[in-house]
T-cell receptor
Framework: SQQGEEDPQALSIQEGENATMNCSYK?????LQWYRQNSGRGLVHLILIRSNEREKHSGRLRVTLDTSKKSSSLLITASRAADTASYFC????????????FGRGTSLIVHP | NAGVMQNPRHLVRRRGQEARLRCSPMKGHSHVYWYRQLPEEGLKFMVY????????ESGMPKERFSAEFPKEGPSILRIQQVVRGDSAAYFC???????????????FGPGTRLTVT
């Protein structure tokens, strides 16, 4: 399996600050995805980064991937109260698996 | 284009009853995935289906759980003789494609929250 960890488990910041979340994994991957989940809702896809990419941006989101360290980070710049949610990384593709493996997530609280 | 739909949103069952959870994927998507989420935890993969085929059920308990995705109609996750430990949120996701270059972006439904009393 491709067990990994996200850290921190919880993050509490003030509006306007940046939030950084990390994700590690143990086996090779085709890609890594980040999702957001608001309380009581389904997951929403944020960004997919392929194993041959090192960085991707989408609005205030920046994702990096370091395959040598088997880790990825999600940076949210200038955070807003509406960014309060849980953030999950999903990695997969090793051995031809179609199924992403989700971590336990980072719970982000942005105080207004 | 409607998103992934799941119903019911909330389901209460007594121990020993059956639970049926339904999922309609996004239009044009033929790949459906079911996940279970316990409070404060991530998603645990249960089963991956294509139309009329179960492709991967490695995450689904062998007993009491079954899933189908018929040619017509929604995908169904069926839990027989529910126990309190089955209480969880069950999410369905769909994708338009799946191959060994994946996994690809998945589109999630709002989930069904099952409570077993």
């Amino acid at each position: 399996s491709q067990q990994g960890e996200e850290d921190p488990q919880a993050l509490s910041i003030q509006e306007g600050e940046n939030a950084t979340m990390n994700c590690s994994y143990k086996t090779s991957i085709n890609n890594l995805q980040w999702y957001r989940q608001n309380s009581g809702r389904g997951l929403v896809h944020l960004i997919l980064i392929r194993s041959n990419e090192r960085e991707k941006h989408s609005g205030r989101l920046r994702v990096t991937l370091d395959t040598s360290k088997k880790s990825s980070s999600l940076l949210i710049t200038a955070s807003r109260a509406a960014d309060t949610a849980s953030y999950f990384c999903a990695r997969g593709g090793s051995g031809g698996s179609y199924i992403p493996t989700f971590g336990r997530g980072t719970s982000l609280i942005v105080h207004p | 284009n409607a998103g992934v739909m799941q119903n019911p949103r909330h389901l209460v069952r007594r121990r020993g009853q059956e639970a049926r959870l339904r999922c309609s994927p996004m239009k044009g998507h033929s790949h459906v995935y079911w996940y279970r989420q316990l409070p404060e935890e991530g998603l645990k993969f249960m089963v991956y289906l294509q139309k009329e085929n179960i492709i991967d059920e490695s995450g689904m308990p062998k007993e009491r759980f079954s899933a189908e995705f018929p040619k017509e109609g929604p995908s169904i996750l069926r839990i027989q003789q529910v126990v309190r430990g089955d209480s969880a949120a069950y999410f369905c996701a769909s994708s338009p494609v799946a191959d060994n270059r994946g996994p690809y972006e998945q589109y999630f439904g709002p989930g069904t929250r099952l409570t077993v009393t």
